[in-house]
């Protein structure tokens, strides 16, 4: 999942889901020490349509906080042209004084809630990929217990060499996941259907 902001790069959904969802291992409660599983999250939440998810609540709140500053400025512009008007009778090298200093602050303060902006749109990310990760770790843990593998790391090609096949309960965690909800097994159809759509075109 891979998304661009105006203010930040959002990078994390397969889209970098590497450097958000698939960051850190989990670590299961029982069977033999020692014994891993590999899971990869970010085709986890492609194939179950939660990168699409997460990207959008992304941009929605991105788009939000976008108004709020533009309204904001304009508010600001606004304020400092009623203000003008007390200052008809100032000498003008005052007002031009008076008047840049309430630009000035004006500048400040949108600044800062730009800041402050910034700031929740990286919490609100990190929040839903949190989201995503916990919805995922009982299923993992329980499909990783039922081949007997007591730890779970996240697919890394940076950090994984090789991997048997049989330690990888990807594929096993969707279709449980599947298997556990009606929306997840239809978002997990569409990118079937849409692949299978230009193979019947070119057929007929």
């Not at 060499?161 to 969707?174: K, R």
């Amino acid at each position: 999942m891979r998304v661009t902001g105006r203010w930040m790069a959002i990078a994390c959904l397969g889209l970098g889901f590497t450097a958000g969802c698939n960051q850190s291992a989990s670590v299961s409660s029982s069977p033999a020490a020692g014994a891993v599983a590999v899971i990869d999250l970010d085709a986890i939440a492609h194939r179950l349509g939660s990168d699409k998810q997460i990207v959008d609540s992304i941009a929605q709140r991105q788009t939000s906080l976008s108004q709020q500053l533009v309204d904001l400025a304009k508010s600001y512009t606004q304020q400092i042209e009623e203000k003008k008007k007390t200052l008809a009778e100032a000498p003008a090298e005052q007002t031009d004084v008076t008047v840049a200093s309430w630009q000035k602050q004006a500048n400040a303060n949108l600044n800062k809630v730009k800041q402050q902006a910034e700031a929740d749109l990286k919490k609100h990310q990190a929040q839903l990929v949190a989201q995503f990760r916990e919805q995922i770790k009982p299923v993992a843990r329980r499909v990783a217990q039922k081949r007997g593998l007591s730890v779970i790391v996240t697919k890394n090609d940076n950090v994984l060499y090789d991997v048997a096949p049989g330690a990888d309960i990807t594929e096993e965690v969707i279709a449980d996941l599947i298997a556990a909800s009606p929306a997840a097994s239809a978002a997990a159809a569409k990118p079937l259907q849409a692949a299978a759509a230009p193979a019947e075109a070119q057929q007929r």
